[in-house]
């Protein structure tokens, strides 16, 4: 508490402000180039689903178009002579409406599979988010795990500062000889080495964090501490159960297979004809005004129904519906697939929590021990029943204890974060939910 106190202080006095799990998750969706990426890829979706949508509709086209003719066209008729039919120049403004009456499925299998689309480019932005927020937790617990450590450095050298100095003491007055206070000076050094390492640690943690949350890597950095023990009480089963119902990954190959399914539907269209209702208005002239000729109306139109059937390309489509079906079935396989991985990640996930609980409550033991093996070892020492090699063997059992348990803590914190993301939790729900 009076780490966590201290470290409040001296945030508040270098105008840092202390980020909680919560804001550090809003703030790395927020700027998140995949997750907006993902955003994108939606918009994309939506937009190509537009696109089918309008293969419904009808169609209007226009053209305008000029022949110019060698010859003024004529006719000879027998007894008369020849007979001026037409011009030389001809002009020629279109306007066609085509409505699709029929297409055997291809205009609405094609809307489906784009349809199916957008459902699918949703899931994957939660999927982008879920592994978002997987990475804050892991970096954010990183921090905390290395300043538990860094504190477990500082007070390892406080200890063999005070055993350097009583060993000095003793030599001093000539009661140890000179290898003992050595030996006390070299283990100060290998401390102050391994302080230097832990906050080398801790200022790559938060380096490692402020490129999770995507500001500037060298931004002065503190975290709310929550390393702590929370009891997790689901089973593996549970867990299972839970991933299968909600893992984004399954629910967009399920949505893979459905479009698979439509491709065939699309491919199959190709074996019926395709009808259409089409409308035509066009205007004629020996100007570019197309304000007619003496030899034609100036304009004219027509509706018509058209039917066809492309019935025979060499099997053609028979190798594209055979080519839809393979897709799907691969389509089918890999649905399996990802639901066999992700039993996987869930139990792999799942058995590390539990390894990670199993040695926390183990660590804690060793500390009680390591902490009254140091204690009876520094005595022993002060009344020369015992060496420096005693009490140094002591201080480095203590230290290794200490750090195994915030190693242990934050690997559970982490584990439980990494369980979260493998059963499908989508921030900010949590496992309290499975």
């Known amino acids: 508490m009076a780490v966590v106190l201290f470290a409040a202080i001296a945030s ?85 409406l085509t409505q699709p009456v029929f297409a055997g499925g291809k205009i609405l299998n ?37 300043e538990r450590i860094l504190e477990v450095a500082k007070q390892s050298v406080e200890q063999r500062k005070a055993q350097r100095d009583t060993a000095q003491s003793f030599f001093d007055v000539g009661i140890i000889p000179k290898n003992d206070l050595l030996l006390a000076e070299v283990e100060l050094a290998n401390g102050l080495q391994t302080l230097v390492i832990a906050k080398n640690r801790v200022d790559l943690a938060r380096a490692r964090f402020n490129t999770v949350l995507r500001q500037d890597i060298n931004a002065p950095v503190d975290v709310e501490d929550i390393l702590e023990y929370r009891q997790f009480e689901k089973s593996l089963k549970e867990c299972l159960a839970y991933a299968l119902e909600h893992r984004s990954e399954i629910a967009a190959s399920m949505l893979g297979v459905e479009q698979s399914k439509k491709a065939v539907g699309l491919a199959r269209s190709e074996f019926y004809p395709a009808v259409n209702f089409v409308g035509n208005y066009a205007k004629f002239g020996d100007e570019p005004s197309v304000a007619g000729t003496e030899f034609q109306d100036q304009e004219e139109w027509y509706v018509m129904a058209m039917a066809t059937w492309d019935f025979w390309e060499w099997g053609k489509t028979k190798h594209s519906v055979d080519a839809s079906m393979s ?108």
């Open 12 to 96: 508040a006095e270098e105008g840092t402000r202390i980020l909680s799990l919560a804001e550090s998750i809003e703030s790395a969706l927020k700027r998140s180039v995949v997750v907006s990426s993902a955003k994108e890829g939606i918009e994309v979706s939506e937009s190509e689903r537009k696109q089918a949508l309008t293969g419904f509709l009808p169609r209007l086209s226009t053209s305008y178009s000029y022949i110019r003719s060698d010859e003024t066209p004529s006719t000879r008729i027998s007894g008369i002579g020849t007979i001026q039919t037409g011009t030389k120049d001809n002009y020629k403004w279109e306007l066609m």
């Open 110 to 146: 094609n809307y489906e599979i784009s349809k199916l689309g957008v459902q699918r480019s949703r899931l994957e932005e939660a999927i982008t988010v879920q592994d978002v927020v997987e990475e804050v937790k892991v970096a954010y617990f990183n921090i905390l795990k290395g």
């Open 327 to 434: 897709r799907l079935r691969q389509a089918e396989n890999s649905l399996t697939d990802v639901k066999d991985k992700i039993a996987l990640q869930v139990k792999d996930a799942y058995l590390s929590l539990r390894e990670a609980e199993k040695r926390i409550f183990v660590a804690q033991k060793a500390i009680e021990q390591a902490e009254e093996n140091y204690r009876i070892n520094t005595e022993r020492y002060k009344e020369q029943v015992a060496t420096s090699t005693d009490v140094i063997d002591a201080q480095t059992l203590l230290t290794r204890a200490k750090a195994d348990y915030y190693n242990s803590l934050s690997d559970y914190n982490i584990a439980i974060g990494r369980l979260e993301r493998s059963v499908g939790i989508i921030y900010p729900e949590s496992a309290g939910d499975i």
